[in-house]
């Protein structure tokens, strides 16, 4: 039996996807038939203090390197939504205030804090992964490759004093010692700072079975009802959330020292709406089980149907959530042909586990196939706007989320 990470209580998982590979681990070539790092995912939720967690997870250092493959600015909605978060921190949370420091906590290729750069606000990157830090580092914003503890926390008060913002965006759930995490934000803010974080929402994941947010990096997905509960502990008030539509359904979360600030009705709301759902309850997650299974076998039929027409399919997107989904459903090169994705570090390696190989765009563009399965579904609306020419020659894409489904 395991321990929450939260509080503690003793834990089980509610279910395993079985034995998966790092979810960012793209193999280069000539290095398949090395032997690969594979751990048991499995996700349990703890209702003691409500928090739904996978129970292991590999070692922080196998999965955030100097080879790190995911960089944020791929997106151009990504880039747009860094934007307005940008701008909804410096108008909701900056006016007035006299030199506002604001602190990232993994904060990639810069996505967020150029924002900040170009508006003259004083930053701090921190980004344990060299290789996006460099390029974060080429666009002038300051950055400090490191994993973010108390120490540093207290090191960057020292350097630069204390933060009137700390911002993450799909970082903050990737942290396992979140009691560490939480310690050194206390003391990085200011009395009337705010940390300010968003993530993957565990209640649209539940909703839409979006189980393929369920990987090696997201130890954690939130709710309302947990990040109150895990952040209280530490002096830190949830006063205010904001629905997001990014990644299928996140959550923002904003935080402040406690009875620094007005508590915003949104809060007992959306609690009240999680009760609803029933994200405290166990029956809810063994139904979600079910919805996963349903799920992995519509899908493997849909494209065992297609194949045994002879049609052409091929992967869209070698998102880190397709590692979930090609490994728990046993998708291989038997039944894609390739991913194709416009990362350049991933152009040529292959899948985690089941080593489909990963083509640079162009493959896709050249010789469109007549099927596209969306690993990249929270970026279908961006990707189907402009792959209008594979519609236009008939291609069809496969989708999975919300439901298998395949869209003509
Ligand atoms: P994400 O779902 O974690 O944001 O990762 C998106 C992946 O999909 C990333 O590897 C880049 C890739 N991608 C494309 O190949 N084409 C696209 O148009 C978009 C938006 C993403
Ligand atoms: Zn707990």
Redo the contacts with the bound molecule.
């Keep these: 039996m395991s321990s929450c990470r939260v509080c503690n209580s003793k834990i089980l998982p509610f279910m395993s996807f079985g034995r998966m590979p790092i979810a960012n681990g793209f193999l280069p070539p000539g290095s398949i038939d090395l032997e690969e790092y594979f751990f048991e995912l499995a996700p349990a939720f703890c209702d003691v203090c409500g928090m739904f967690q996978i129970v292991e997870q590999p070692n922080p250092e196998i999965m955030f390197h100097d080879h790190y493959a ?1 960089h944020s600015s ?5 880039i747009k939504h860094f934007k307005a978060f940008s701008d909804f921190v410096i108008s909701d949370y900056f006016s007035g205030k006299n030199s506002p420091f604001v602190v990232e906590l993994g904060s990639n290729d810069g996505i967020m804090l150029s924002n900040f750069k170009q508006a003259g606000i004083d930053h701090l990157g921190i980004e344990p992964s060299e290789n996006v830090a460099d390029i974060a580092r080429a666009k002038g914003i300051n950055t400090i490759s490191k994993f973010f503890d108390e120490a540093l926390a207290d090191n960057i008060v020292t350097q630069y004093g204390k933060a009137d913002a700390v911002l993450s965006a799909n970082v903050m759930c990737h942290i396992p010692n979140i009691h560490s995490v939480a310690k050194g934000v206390r003391r990085l803010l200011k009395s009337d700072g705010v940390l300010i974080f968003e993530d993957p929402y565990l209640g649209d994941v539940i909703d839409k079975v979006s189980y393929d947010q369920i990987y090696d990096e997201h130890v954690f997905l939130f709710s309302a009802t947990s990040v109150r509960r895990a952040f209280g502990d530490h002096g830190l008030e949830l006063i205010d959330v904001f629905p997001q539509a990014t ?1 299928g359904g996140s959550m923002r979360y904003v935080l402040a020292p406690v009875r620094s600030r007005q508590v915003s009705k949104r809060v007992s709301f959306q609690i009240d709406k999680e009760m609803a759902q029933g994200l405290h309850l166990p029956k809810t997650y063994q139904k979600f089980r079910k919805d996963c299974e349903t799920s992995r076998s519509n899908l493997l039929k849909t494209i065992e149907d297609l194949l045994a027409q002879g049609k052409r399919i091929v992967g ?6 397709s590692t979930t989904i090609t490994n728990y459903c046993g998708i291989g090169p038997q039944h894609i042909e390739y991913i ?4 350049p570090i ?1 152009k040529g390696t292959y899948s985690p586990g089941m080593h489909i190989p990963i083509r640079a ?1 162009e493959s896709f563009s050249e010789n469109l196939p007549e099927y596209a399965l969306l ?2 579904w ?2 279908a609306q ?2 189907m706007e ?1 792959e209008l020419s594979f519609k236009e020659n008939g291609g069809k894409w496969i989708i999975y989320v919300p439901r298998v489904e395949v869209i003509v």
């Design positions: 995911f791929t997106s151009q909605f990504m990644h869209y997107g070698a998102t880190s959530k194709s994705d416009t990362t991933k765009h690993f990249a929270n970026h961006e990707i402009k």
